[in-house]
């Protein structure tokens, strides 16, 4: 129990839920400001902690080194400069690797109590051997003495972008290394990233952007809030394919509620979606405001936990996660790379023993991917085929812009046949009953050809569309805006034109853009879609919600398109630019060749 001191006479007993024991506060006071809107302000003035054993000099530990530089050579915030601080242990041995932490907001932590909590931990080989690179937002000098500097700090930290990933990862630290003669390990395992306020959204980001890089957390009064688009964290958290992150929140329930939001609630939110989603989770909630005061007296404990050895190895908890990837993934297994080089992948199509072809539109080659993964090339002189279909005829056929056709292709000889001449066109769909449809970006149209005909006829003027589908049950067409957000539905009219066009499919994009890049997609048997987005691989019920959003793989280029396939059409393949990949799922891809299959009724 805790005796606050008396104000007005009363004294108050309080059990403290910190991790670090001790805070004070006066009840009284806490009553007075509750209606004020300078509430967490006043309110964090009066937190009080004490201080942390592992946070105090301890005798016979020894003391890391502290070494302050600037950096001004980025080209992803250019004309910043900024100051940074490299703490380096005493164990550190030059020309060996260390774990690393990364501090935003570097020079509120270069003080006694951090590096002293460094020292300690160290010591007693509660945390590995690390390097701890302190560095402060970016600012850009004033041009003279009556100008104002230009400060970065919301710019790069409340931003939801990977800009500040690039920065830190590709700039910062190997300038770091090479400057400061030291080696970080390049094990994500062994890297943590920690930051207060929106430093802890930035550190959160980087993480999350680039978890081949980062794995551990520490947030503390964390802004994910509607500053640049923070408050969708929780969302895409849980909608996303889950990450291997260790993450550690704190914050108090008297932190910031202002014109961007609440952040008391936001962090409950974030812990709650982390929890959904089957991340290794830790939190310490408080009383406190929007201050440091709690995150830096938990700080060592805080540090105990993330690097704890039972948790050397960051991972994914399928067992414990509730989110829409257990329903559509296959635990364990990831995106296998088949094919590279090339120079633009595009137009998946699957055969009816798995067997599926794709495109190089700029090569204007198409190739095969054998149920064994072998890859061959199939046919070239293609006239730049993009989209390919399987047709109900047996034929391949393809959306051949450069010859201005479309084209069709005997899978067994690579013999071509002309299907329709002098039209502009980037993908297609077959029906079961032999129709066509095709977009025309170029013209803004969405094209049919009906069976036999060789005629190419508009069915609608939409601006810019490229990837389409038909529905399981093949009485809707579904075409992609390709600089928006939205997939359009089409219902089909007997004699195959096109009504009742919506908005339908809302899909979600990167916070630096306002295009989806919305292409090349598929449908399963029971109604799911699947789209290839800016953001990845987008899954989508029949409603048109995103239910799981399954992130482009590392060092690939945007999804361009997507199809079922495999001996059981359980297999995704995309094509990523240069790239093909594949991945086992639990769903089954609808073919559009074969009869209309009705899905189940969804939940609306």
Request: one cysteine or more.
């Amino acid at each position: 129990m805790i005796n606050f001191p008396k104000r007005g006479g009363v004294t108050v007993k309080l059990s403290s839920p910190s991790l670090c024991g001790v805070k004070t506060i006066s009840f009284l006071a806490k009553l007075v400001i509750a209606g004020s809107m300078f509430a967490p302000i006043a309110f964090s003035q009066q937190e009080q902690y004490s201080v942390h054993p592992d946070s105090k000099k301890q005798a016979g530990v020894p003391r890391g080194k502290v070494t302050q530089a600037k950096f001004a050579d980025s080209t992803v915030y250019p004309g910043t400069d900024r100051d940074y601080w490299i703490y380096v242990p005493a164990q550190y041995e030059p020309g060996q690797t260390a774990s690393l932490m990364v501090f935003q907001d570097g020079k509120a932590y270069v003080n006694g109590s951090t590096f002293n909590a460094l020292d300690n931990l160290i010591h007693r080989r509660d945390i590995p051997v690390m390097i701890g690179v302190f560095v402060n937002p970016g600012v850009v000098p004033p041009q003279n003495e009556n100008a104002q500097t230009r400060f970065n700090r919301s710019l790069e930290y409340d931003d939801m972008s990977d800009r500040y990933s690039q920065f830190l990862i590709d700039e910062l630290l190997p300038h770091i290394e090479r400057t400061h003669g030291v080696q970080f390990s390049i094990d994500p395992n062994l890297r943590g990233i920690t930051g207060a306020s929106s430093g802890a959204i930035c550190a959160f980001n980087v993480a999350w952007h680039r978890p081949d890089s980062f794995h551990r957390i520490y947030s503390t009064i964390g802004t994910y809030v509607g500053l640049r688009g923070g408050d969708e964290i929780p969302t895409l958290i849980r909608k996303t394919e889950p990450k291997p992150l260790r993450v550690f929140l704190q914050d108090g329930e008297n932190d910031l509620n202002i014109y961007g939001g609440d952040w008391w609630i936001a962090n409950q939110m974030m812990q709650r979606a982390l929890k959904f989603s089957g991340y290794e989770l830790k939190h310490e909630w408080g009383d406190g405001g929007h201050s440091r005061k709690h995150g830096n007296a938990i700080f060592p404990d805080a540090m105990r936990w993330l690097w704890h050895s039972d948790a050397a190895e960051v991972k994914t908890h399928y067992d414990q996660c509730r989110n829409e990837a257990v329903r559509f993934l296959e635990s364990g297994e990831n995106w296998q790379l088949l094919s590279d080089g090339h120079g633009w992948a595009e137009g998946l199509a699957a055969m009816p023993d798995g067997t599926v072809f794709f495109t190089d539109v700029p090569a204007s080659k198409i190739y095969r991917i054998g149920t064994d993964d072998k890859v061959e090339l199939f046919a070239e002189n293609t006239g730049r085929a993009n989209g390919l279909r399987l047709g109900p005829d047996g034929l391949l056929y393809g959306a051949a812009n450069g010859a201005k056709q479309i084209a069709a292709w005997d899978p067994k000889t690579a013999k071509r046949s002309v299907v329709a001449e002098g039209v502009k066109c980037n993908d297609l769909v077959v029906r079961h009953d032999g129709t066509v449809y095709f977009t025309n970006p170029a013209d803004n149209k969405i094209m049919m050809i009906r069976k036999g005909s060789g005629r190419a006829v508009v069915v609608d003027n939409f601006s810019n569309p490229n990837g389409l589908t038909l529905s399981a049950d093949q009485t809707m067409l579904f075409v992609g805006h390709f600089p928006g957000r939205f997939i359009y539905s089409y219902t089909i009219n007997g004699d195959g034109t096109l009504a009742n066009k919506q908005e339908y499919y809302y899909m979600h994009v990167p916070s630096n853009s306002l295009e989806g890049h919305l292409d090349g997609m598929c449908v399963s048997r029971d109604g799911w879609l699947v789209a290839a987005t800016e953001l990845g691989v987008q899954i989508c019920d029949q409603p048109g919600r995103v239910h799981l959003i399954l992130p482009k793989p590392r060092l690939a280029k945007r999804v361009s398109y997507t199809a079922f396939g495999g001996k059981d059409w359980k297999t995704l393949y995309i094509a990523t630019g240069n790239r093909v990949y594949k991945r086992r799922t639990k769903l089954t891809g609808a073919q559009p060749w074969r009869a209309p299959i009705k899905p189940p009724r969804p939940r609306l």
